[in-house]
C-alpha cells in the first residue's frame, strides 16, 4: 500500500487543484480547498509538482464556514458548498487571474449567479447503490468512488421539482424491486434517470434510461404522471452499450410532449431530450447579452457563429446584425438551430451541418466571429485556418478556461490582443466557470 501523506493545503490553483508543500515537493491534489488539512497518496511526478491523490479531508478550512447541503461530504458534484458565496467568487476570481496573468494583467470582471440556489435546469441521475447489497439508489457518482451512488437528498443547485421527482422514482423502483445494471457483469435494467425543465413554463420533461430488458413500461408512466402535474413529457432511452456514458440505442416519446420550451433573450427555443441548452438560463441570459455588447454596432455586418449548437448565441445575434452563419458539426443540432430560427421568426440565419475545421477551408471574412468550443477547446489544426479568416473581432466563449488559456496564445502570436476578459459564474458551488475573450487587432 502507498504511504499515506498529510499536509494543508497552501493555495488553490485553476480549477479544483489544491496546492501542498511537503520538504521540498509541491503536491497537487484534486477538490481540495486553501486551508484544508488532507491526508492523500502520491500519484506521479509531473514537471514542477507531484500529483496526490485526496485520502480523507482531516480538517475543514477556515472558508468552510456554513453547512452546505446534507450529502456534500460524499457527494461528488460541488465542492465549495460550505463557503459563503461571496468567498467562493473571490477564490475562483484569485484562481482565474493566476491562469491568465501572463496575457493578460488587467482587472478580470467576475459576474457572480443571479440565481444560487435552484438555478440548474437538467440533472442526469444514475441507478446503482451506496454500499454493496444495499438499497437501490438514485443519484450521483459518490466522491472518489466509481460504483457508489449518493442518495442526493435536498440538492439546493435544483429546484424542490427535481427532489420531488427523484425520490418518487427512487422509491417506485425500490418497489418494484428492479435491479440496476451492474457495470461489470454487464447485467440489470436500471441505468440513468434525466430531469429537464423549462423555467420560463415551469414545466418538466423526464427520461428513463434503461437496458432492452422488459418492464412494466405503461405501468411507470401512469405512476410519473402521478408525481407532479409539471410533468409534460415522458421519454424512455434504451441502452445497451456496456459503457457508463447515456448513448442511444432506441428512443421512444411515452407520453406529452415532444420537447419543452425556454425564453431567453427575447426568443423562443425548443428543447428536445439531448439537445445542449446552457443549464443555467438566468446565467446564461447575462453571457449572451454581454457578447452581444462586446460586439458592438453590428448593423450591416455579418458573423460567423461556430461550434454553434442549436443555435442560441447565432440567433440572438441575428437580432441585431445583418446576417450569421452558424456552423455545427451535430446534425439533430443543426435540425433544431433551423426549427427555433424559424419559430422566431428570423430569416437572416443560416446553419451549416460540418465540422469547423472543414468548414474554414472555404470561408471568406466576416466582421464578427463568435467562437462557443467544447471543453477541449479549438482543434490544433483548426485555429490557424480560424485565425486566418481575420474578422475584426472575434468573441471566444468557453465553458472551460484551461484550454481557452492555451488558445489565446495562438491569437496574440497572430497579432490579436485581449481587448476584455470577463467570467460568469455558470455553476455556483462548483469549480466550473464561464470565460468570455474579446480580441481584435486595433
Known sequence: MKKILEAKVEY???????????????????????GQTISFQRKRKKKGFIEGKLV??????????IEGC???????????????????CDLKKKTLTELYKDIYDEDITFHPSPILQGYRNKMEYTFGD????GPLVLGLHTKNKFYEITDTVDCNIIDEGFNKIRQAVQEYFRDKNYEFFKKIKHT??????????????????????????????NDFVEFAKQIDNRIVSIYHTINDNISDAVIVDKLELLYGKEYLTEKINGLEFRISPF???????????????????????????????????TGTIAQIFAKKAESVIGVEIVAEAVEKAQENAKLN?????????????????????????????PRD??????IDRLIDINPDKFIYISCNPITQRMDLDKFIEKGYKIKSLEFFDQFPRTYHCEAVVLLSRK
Not at 451506496?130 to 447489497?133: H, R
Not at 427520461?207 to 418492464?215: I, Q
Not at 451549416?352 to 472555404?362: R, S, V
Not at 466576416?366 to 467562437?371: E, H, P, R
Open 12 to 34: 488553490n490553483v485553476f480549477p479544483n487543484k489544491g496546492i501542498c508543500k511537503i520538504d521540498d515537493n509541491l503536491y497537487s491534489i484534486k477538490n481540495t480547498i486553501q
Open 70 to 88: 446534507p450529502v456534500n461530504e460524499r457527494c461528488g458534484g460541488c465542492i465549495y458548498q460550505k463557503l459563503e458565496y461571496d468567498v467562493e
Open 130 to 133: 451506496s454500499v454493496k447489497g
Open 345 to 373: 421568426g428570423l430569416t437572416n440565419t443560416k446553419f451549416i451541418c460540418d465540422d469547423c475545421l472543414n468548414f474554414m477551408e472555404k470561408v471568406e471574412k466576416k466582421d464578427v466571429v463568435v467562437l462557443d468550443p
Open 377 to 382: 477547446g479549438i482543434h490544433p489544426k483548426a
Open 188 to 217: 440489470g435494467l436500471l441505468r440513468h434517470f434525466i430531469i429537464r425543465k423549462s423555467f420560463s413554463e415551469d414545466e418538466y420533461m423526464i427520461n428513463l434510461v434503461t437496458t432492452s430488458d422488459k418492464f412494466d413500461v
Open 275 to 309: 439537445s445542449f441548452f446552457q443549464p443555467n438560463p438566468a446565467q446564461a441570459e447575462q453571457i449572451y447579452t454581454r457578447a452581444l455588447e462586446l460586439a458592438g454596432d453590428l448593423s450591416g455586418k455579418n458573423v460567423y457563429d461556430l461550434y454553434c449548437g
Open 56 to 65: 480523507e479531508k482531516l480538517e475543514n478550512s477556515p472558508l468552510e464556514t
